[in-house]
């Protein structure tokens, strides 16, 4: 019998606080990438790609602005060991800036993130009418993700710009990753709930992301027709930014938080699975109010083995 498996897929000395022009502009190291994963018994692999768009503009001078698009391609996949399960992503990141200095392009490789889970629980029990099937899993894991990314700041440059830190492909730093994940199915529906956690270290540049909460969870069904699997599936997100840090002081207003609910469908033929997701912002506060996520899409297909 297979199995299926479903679910999600970031001490200073002074703490006194730093403003700098334009640091609002760039969320390119923003990942709002979560979405179900394909069925599969031993592994899968595949490919993604997302379309995200932010509009900033400053409170203190409205003249002052940035509409920043951004692209990922990533190649990711998993594999199964009885009960650890491994992932990998590996995104390629196309970011282009409109603002009022002028347009910016930027293109590169971003970080490589590696991930382990580990089943602790796995439990099938009938309703008390015996017909319903009930299965709970719970998964608890981390990862890690290095600095392959590209990462181009020039601290030592004139026209460097503490926001150029936000529009890179990668953050230049070690990161660490924790997570939990349950999945409770009865029958063709299911819910999948994650809450993850991420540690950011600081750079070579002594620039330091703030840690990152992510709280995922989204409801399916499962329609059968004649080899074809069909999984509308409805949920919501929530991502909150702790502050950042550079040069051992807080960048003022970085913190901040955004929750989305989503749309999708995944389409199951064989081995061969595509899904469509459309994220909408229900509410959200970036930089006080002066960056906004305006939209963001997901495609993807998978090979499952």
């Known amino acids: 019998m297979k199995k299926h498996y479903s679910f999600i897929i970031i001490v200073f000395l002074s703490v006194s606080s730093v403003s700098y022009g334009c640091e609002i502009c760039g969320c390119a190291n923003s990942n709002f990438q979560i979405g179900l994963l394909p069925s599969f018994s031993n592994g899968f692999a595949g490919f993604r790609y997302s379309f995200s768009q932010f509009d900033s503009r400053m409170k203190s001078d409205p003249e002052e602005f940035s509409h920043d698009f951004y692209q990922s391609m990533e190649l990711w996949g998993g594999y199964n060991f009885k009960k650890i399960q491994v992932m990998a992503f590996m995104p390629y990141i196309i970011s282009r800036k409109e603002s009022d200095e002028g347009i910016t392009n930027t293109k590169g490789f971003g970080d490589l993130m590696l991930l382990v889970n580990y089943q602790v629980v796995a439990s099938t029990a009938l309703s008390k009418n015996e017909k319903v099937t009930v299965r709970h899993e719970l998964y608890l894991g981390g990862g890690i993700k290095l600095p392959t990314g590209i990462n181009q700041v020039d601290v030592t440059n004139p026209d460097f710009n503490i926001g150029d830190f936000n529009s890179q492909a990668g953050t230049g730093s070690?990161?660490?990753?924790?997570?939990?994940?349950?999945?409770?199915?009865?029958?063709?529906?299911?819910?999948?709930?994650?809450?993850?956690?991420?540690?950011?270290?600081?750079?070579?540049?002594?620039?330091?992301?703030?840690?990152?909460?992510?709280?995922?969870?989204?409801?399916?069904?499962?329609?059968?027709?004649?080899?074809?699997?069909?999984?509308?599936?409805?949920?919501?997100?929530?991502?909150?930014?702790?502050?950042?840090?550079?040069?051992?002081?807080?960048?003022?207003?970085?913190?901040?938080?955004?929750?989305?609910?989503?749309?999708?469908v995944n389409l199951l033929l064989k081995k061969m699975g595509f899904n469509a997701v459309v994220f909408i912002p229900m509410t959200q506060n970036y930089y006080d109010g002066q960056t906004k996520m305006k939209s963001m899409v997901l495609l993807g297909l998978t090979y499952s083995f």
């Open 174 to 264: 070690v990161d660490y990753m924790l997570n939990a994940t349950h999945n409770l199915m009865w029958n063709n529906s299911g819910v999948v709930t994650n809450i993850a956690y991420r540690i950011n270290t600081a750079n070579q540049d002594n620039y330091r992301f703030g840690n990152r909460t992510y709280l995922n969870s989204s409801y399916y069904y499962t329609f059968s027709k004649s080899e074809m699997k069909i999984k509308p599936n409805v949920g919501i997100n929530f991502q909150h930014n702790d502050i950042n840090h550079f040069e051992g002081s807080t960048i003022e207003n970085s913190n901040g938080y955004i929750f989305n609910s989503s749309l999708g």
